[in-house]
């Protein structure tokens, strides 16, 4: 079966960096878009950051852009996001997601994807 496992997370303080890491069994990473997704207490689940299948196409939500990164590492099966110049409105659950058909283009829609990992907590506090 397809399991998404995330891992990363913790207390950073802002202006931090933290790096976030998910891996896939029964799944390859990058024959279907991958994307990151958050959820803040009292909020709706939003996209983040997402990948298609072509390499170097990326997609993010206004407020990561050029803070955050999407990554994937094929010979490890993972897939990463590197969040930059921390802020404490970034604090949330993280989760990362794969669709499970091959579109080239990925989209910041939870609808989208079809296999979610269980997530884990950053949180950006002083």
């Known amino acids: 079966q397809v399991q998404l496992v995330e891992s990363g997370g913790g207390l950073v303080q802002p202006g931090g960096s933290l790096t976030l890491s998910c891996t896939a069994s029964g799944f390859t990473l990058g024959y279907t878009p991958i994307g990151w997704f958050r959820q803040a207490p009292g909020k709706e689940r939003e996209g983040v950051a997402c990948m298609g299948t072509t390499d170097g196409t990326a997609d993010y939500v206004d407020s990561a852009k050029g803070r955050f990164t999407i990554s994937r590492d094929g010979a490890k099966n993972t897939v990463y996001l590197q969040m930059n110049s921390l802020k404490p409105e970034d604090t949330a659950v993280y989760y990362c997601?794969?669709?499970?058909?091959?579109?080239?283009?990925?989209?910041?829609?939870?609808?989208?994807?079809?296999?979610w990992g269980q997530g884990t907590q950053v949180t950006v506090s002083s």
């Open positions: 997601a794969a669709e499970s058909v091959a579109f080239r283009l990925c989209v910041l829609s939870t609808g989208g994807y079809d296999y």
